[in-house]
């Protein structure tokens, strides 16, 4: 089996290292990969969102599994290109990849199913957001609504924080468009806690995350 990995950091490396312990891959490639994956697979200079060239390399290449790591190209839709390109492919399409592509979209949509959340409001006016503050409580939480590589959440003590983080978001762009639109979220204190579940239609594959370590390549229902 020839698989293409598609992404360039820690996230891909895991996945790389796992992939290779299988018996049933005889060639492993990664666009753009990174230096620890060049070890493990043949890395090809191909950006993430280049998708007509990932495309025509796994034709090329006759790939027969791609594993798309990075949530840039997940969310641009890079799986619903290789899938029309009859390539099997690991990863949400475009319209489940916006679940992670926008905070404000999951929230929405959390409060239509009755799924608890914290208390927020979305804001994609900064005029908007400066006037709800004003009779917010503290801590308060703002987030950008798109992608920030992890970095577009802060936590704010008071209302000159917050007012000073919705400058930065929406107005200095610290987060580009990402911090288009904001969500304004209730502070909560607790225990942190990530579940991973691996699904087909059919099976739940589960992993449960507190702080610590887990191997990368054991998908089981584990607790740590």
């Known amino acids: 089996m020839k698989v293409l990995i598609v992404g360039g950091g820690g996230r891909e490396h895991a996945i790389a290292y796992c992939v290779a312990k299988s018996s049933k891959v005889e060639k492993m490639y990664c666009a753009p990969g990174n230096a620890g994956i060049a070890e493990l697979a043949e890395c090809v200079p191909i950006g993430a969102m ?17 594993i798309v790591g ?21 990863g949400p399409r475009k319209n489940a990849a916006i679940l992670e592509g926008s905070k404000a979209f999951s929230k929405d949509l959390m409060k239509k199913y009755n799924i608890p959340t914290a208390g927020y409001e979305n804001f994609d006016s900064d005029e908007a957001a400066l006037a709800y503050l004003e009779t917010a409580k503290f801590p308060i939480v703002l987030k950008a609504d798109g992608l920030a590589l992890g970095k ?33 979220e209730e502070f909560m204190t607790g225990r942190e ?16 995350w507190f702080y610590g370590e ?7 229902n584990n607790t740590h």
């Open 50 to 66: 280049e998708f007509d060239k990932l495309v025509t390399f796994a034709k090329e290449k006759e790939i027969d599994f791609t």
């Open 193 to 208: 806690v990530s579940v991973l579940s691996f699904v087909d239609g059919k099976t739940i594959k589960s992993t449960l």
């Open 214 to 220: 887990l191997d990368p390549c054991n998908l089981g």
């Open 152 to 184: 577009g959440v802060l936590i704010c003590n008071t209302k000159e924080e917050a007012m000073d983080g919705v400058k930065e978001l929406m107005l200095d762009k610290k987060f580009g468009n990402a911090g288009n639109t904001i969500v304004i």
């Open 70 to 90: 990075m949530d840039d190209p997940l969310v641009g839709g890079l799986v619903d290109e290789l899938e029309a390109a009859g390539i099997r492919t690991f």
